[in-house]
């Protein structure tokens, strides 16, 4: 069988791309586009709704319907156009910073709508765009270019938000296990209501320099060590967690999306 | 006399302009409840439904407006209202309407402020904010209902602007306005024509949402047909991808005003009563409206020749016919209820720095009454 590479939906020309050596942002975006591929989704079905930031830049490379939004907004904007549009398939993806930091109240809303929507989380623990500002989702103590004595706050899971906040999937996966982060994109695609794709993946330029994990091929080996499926992190012992993540499949339910609910409020309010 | 009997009954201002928006075609509502505008709110989640349209409460007023952008991207037309607080925190997200020319409506119904102010008095406070609120080069239409009839009336023509021009257009009432009750008959469909933004028609590999036709506007299709396109809050090209090209920027910066100017007589409304033979003018908008209209009648009463002009739109400013009419008086009077006078600046601009304006301004959260206006005359 032939590879997909998800090239058909790459606009023409634009290569190479904006992002730094080393950058997980590409890798997780030709990820999202040979899920598509696989998929069979047709460029007019998908709309891809970005934020802003690095993550936020990737709508430039697409063929796909888009739209580039503001920061940490792309959510709620996907929400519009999922619910008069219920057949398209909406991907909004996004930094950490977008996502869950300037972002965070429309994120837990739309895992608690349930709206059928799929979010791809591109998290590198900073803001990369800006110069590696502290981020929600740095770790307590970790050095940005506004925690430059360590950060004082703790971190954010996003994965554990969205599940708590009713997400019907969420999946943490890494750029450094190609493999299964698109197993994991498709299911997220596949399935109906909201569903979180939190994608680690290296800003080596900002984060990673800032907090001496080597070069862009050293975060990825440290990326491959410290990212282990549920069981085997809970064979770590207490020290080893610290710092360690949890990926592949994490949370999945069935719960009604927003529009099949919507739907039936029609169907009652158009009775009564 | 009409061959239709028109059901009259009693309606309250913001019951006006959730069935306008109804009877416009609005088929999806986001929004977020503050006083005085709930009430359209509540209507919406009421109305939407049974219309096959949609309602979401969001979590705020920035994912509401942006969740309207994105629900008339997929093709419905859209709308939300909200009051100062509320529309302070949209005016981002109405930036990308302006940039993405995306048609939209949003109710800002003015509350005393600042800040949390008197939340639930009225105050006409938000002129500026409704012309300039967003940051960068950008311009979009207001229009200002007088009445109960206009506020549903208005609220058609801002849905039918909007559609027309691809971008958002806001309906700025009052706490006064929005809470009357005046006697309306909803006019049957049909006999207000509805606009529908121009659809691509070509082909669409050659298709781009910014390709401006001759009357300035660019067709815009809805995510899910056959033309794939890009919407972008970031500078773009006609095709709708990031584009930093000074002379792009140029193009687009102006396009998105010239659309505007080259309409602008289409857009620009006014109402004038008893102007012919007036010595003196008041300027009025939104709850003005009405206390000039009485003022002036009182006036003439007394012997003081008094005529009003409604500005039905404010934004874009009716600087000619303010100008018109204010050069045949031998005084301009504009009541508001703010402080600084924002409609008053606006008149003074136009007539001139020489020519005296009698200002009226009241912001104590009380609406201002014939009597205020009298008191000048
Ligand atoms: C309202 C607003 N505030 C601030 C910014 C500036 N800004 C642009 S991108 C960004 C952070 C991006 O970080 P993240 O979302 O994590 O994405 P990354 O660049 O790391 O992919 C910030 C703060 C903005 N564009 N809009
Ligand atoms: S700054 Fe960081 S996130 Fe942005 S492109 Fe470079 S490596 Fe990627």
């Not at chain 1, 519009?80 to 965070?104: C, H, N, Q, W």
Request: charged share 20%.
């Amino acid at each position: 069988m032939l590879q997909k590479t998800g090239e058909k939906y790459l606009k023409e020309g634009v290569l190479p791309h904006m992002w730094c050596s080393g950058c997980g942002i590409g890798v997780m975006l030709g990820a999202l586009l040979r899920s598509f591929e696989e998929l069979g989704y047709a460029k007019n079905e998908v709309v891809v709704v970005t934020g802003i930031g690095c993550t936020g830049k990737a709508d430039d490379y697409l063929v796909t319907n888009a739209l580039h939004t503001t920061h940490g907004r792309a959510l709620a904007f996907a929400t519009g156009i999922k619910a008069v549009r219920p057949e398209l398939k909406i991907v909004a993806l996004m930094g950490d910073g977008d996502s869950v930091t300037i972002g965070g109240n429309h994120f837990i809303h739309a895992a608690r709508r349930n709206i059928d929507v799929t979010a791809i989380v591109n998290n590198n623990f900073n803001y990369g765009m800006t110069g590696g500002q502290a981020s929600g989702t740095t770790p307590g103590g970790k050095l940005s270019s506004t925690t430059l004595y360590g950060n004082p706050e703790d971190d954010f899971d996003i994965s554990a938000l969205a599940c708590t906040a009713g997400a019907n999937y969420v999946a943490r996966t890494t750029i450094a296990h190609g493999w299964e982060m698109q197993q994991l994109i498709k299911e997220a695609l596949t399935k109906k209501g909201f569903s979180l794709v939190e994608v680690l993946s290296p800003c080596p330029t900002n984060y990673g320099k800032r907090n001496k994990m080597g070069e862009p091929l050293d975060m990825l080996r440290w990326l491959r060590k410290n990212c282990v499926p549920s069981d085997a992190y809970a064979k770590l012992g207490e020290a080893e967690k610290e710092g360690s993540f949890i990926i592949g499949k994490l949370c999945e339910r069935d719960k009604p999306d927003f529009n099949t609910r919507y739907a039936e409020i029609q169907e009652k309010a158009m009775s009564v | 006399m009409s061959k239709v009997e028109r059901k009259v009954r009693l309606i309250q201002g913001n019951e006006a302009i959730a069935a306008g928006a109804v009877y416009a075609g609005a088929g999806f509502y986001a929004g977020y409840p503050i006083t005085p505008s709930s009430e359209i709110m509540n209507d919406a989640a009421r109305l939407m439904p049974r219309v096959g349209g949609i309602f979401v409460q969001m979590e705020d007023e920035i994912g509401s407006i942006a969740a309207v952008v994105g629900a008339s991207l997929g093709g419905a037309k859209a709308f939300t209202a909200t009051s100062g607080p509320g529309f302070s925190l949209m005016q981002e997200n109405l930036g990308v309407a302006v940039m993405g020319e995306v048609p939209c409506v949003l109710i800002n119904v003015q509350r005393s402020g600042p800040s949390t102010g008197l939340a639930t008095k009225p105050g006409q406070a938000d002129i500026m904010q409704v012309r300039w609120g967003r940051h960068g080069d950008q311009t979009i239409i207001a229009l200002c209902p007088g009445s109960v009839p206009e506020c549903f009336l208005l609220t058609v023509k801002a849905f039918n602007l909007s559609e027309k021009f691809r971008v958002p257009v806001v309906l700025v009432t009052d706490e006064v306005i929005a809470h009357a009750r005046q006697n309306f008959a909803i006019p049957e469909p049909g006999e207000i024509p509805l606009v529908e933004r121009k659809s691509p028609a070509g082909p669409p590999e050659k298709y781009r949402p910014f390709d401006a036709e001759e009357d300035g506007v660019a067709p815009l299709a809805a995510y899910g047909g056959e033309y794939v396109f890009h919407i972008s809050s970031s500078m773009h090209g006609p095709d709708g991808y990031s584009n930093n090209n000074p002379d792009n920027a140029i193009w687009r910066i102006k396009q998105l005003h010239e659309k505007i100017e080259m309409h602008r007589d289409e857009i620009v409304m006014t109402n004038t009563y008893d102007t012919d033979d007036m010595d003196v003018l008041l300027v009025a908008c939104g709850a003005t409206t009405g206390a000039s209209r009485a003022a002036a009648l009182e006036a003439r009463r007394n012997g003081i020749r008094a005529g009003v002009l409604h500005l039905v739109t404010i934004w874009p400013f009716p600087d000619r016919e303010v100008k018109e009419l204010a050069g045949r008086v031998k005084k301009v009077v504009v009541p508001e209820m703010n402080y600084a006078g924002q409609v008053a600046g606006e008149v003074q601009k136009v007539i001139g720095p020489d020519t005296e304006l009698t200002r009226v301004n009241k912001y104590n959260g009380q609406i201002i009454t014939p009597r205020d206006i009298l008191e000048v005359l």
